[in-house]
């Protein structure tokens, strides 16, 4: 697979909105972003267009391109959609293989590790991998692709909690050991009410601390002179 130059925009643009560099709610210039990278105009308004889909910028008329400011609101939605989503899928999957949960499970010693060194990119990004690896065997590719519509959103709200409540961290890999044995036990049923219940937990916890509305984090941001 080719490595592009957008592809190269987009990740360094995702690598910005993710450890913070990039606040929520702050303008974003394309213009600047060429100049700044050396880069031209259109790769940089095509990387965008992707961000855009992940949901991690947003653009709005007459008023220019900032990256997401989830509200609360928001969060509840998506995160209802994603459990719906999800259990579906495991649901439509054949049944469980004892070599997905063998990677699941490596996955949890893996959040383990990230939990001592309050790494919360690098759990962020193994969250997907973890969710990505229960889902990805239903073969409704529609269900698949609205499903990952989701994956900017779903992680700009955790990481930017667990960025501003570094305690959040602490205890991901027991939080998705539930869902391993849940997924482990090969009935689709008893899943949905795991993983609607892992949702539902990280969203309460959410409740204190983002936005009551993505308009009010709106933030200001002065283009370089």
């Known amino acids: 697979m080719i490595y592009t130059v957008v592809d190269q925009i987009r990740d360094e643009l995702r690598q910005r909105v993710m450890s ?16 700044e990278l050396a880069v031209s105009r259109s790769a940089v308004r095509e990387a965008v267009r992707l961000l855009e889909q992940e949901g991690l910028v947003v653009r709005e008329a007459h008023r220019g391109l900032y990256v997401a400011s989830p509200s609360y609101r928001d969060a509840c939605d998506a995160a209802q959609l994603r459990a719906v989503l999800e259990a579906e899928a495991v649901r439509l999957s054949p049944p469980t293989d004892a070599g997905i949960v063998e990677e699941l499970e490596s996955i949890c010693q893996a959040f383990e590790r990230l939990e001592g060194d309050a790494e919360h990119i690098a759990a962020v990004d193994l969250d997907r991998t973890f969710h990505t690896l229960i889902t990805q065997g239903c073969g409704n590719g529609m269900l698949l692709r609205k499903y990952h519509e989701l994956d900017g959103p779903i992680a700009i709200f955790f990481h930017w909690f667990m960025a501003q409540v570094p305690s959040r961290i602490e205890g991901i890999a027991d939080r998705h050991r539930l869902l391993v044995r849940a997924f482990a036990l090969g009935d689709p049923g008893i899943y949905a009410l795991a993983v609607e219940e892992h949702y539902t937990q990280a969203v309460a916890v959410l409740a ?4 009551g509305s993505a308009r009010t984090t709106r933030e200001p941001m002065r283009r370089a002179t």
């Not at 913070?20 to 100049?35: K, M, N, P, Y």
């Not at 204190?208 to 936005?211: A, N, T």
């Open 20 to 35: 913070g560099d990039l606040r929520l709610g702050s303008r974003i210039f394309e213009d600047d972003i060429a100049a």
């Open 208 to 211: 204190r601390d983002l936005p």
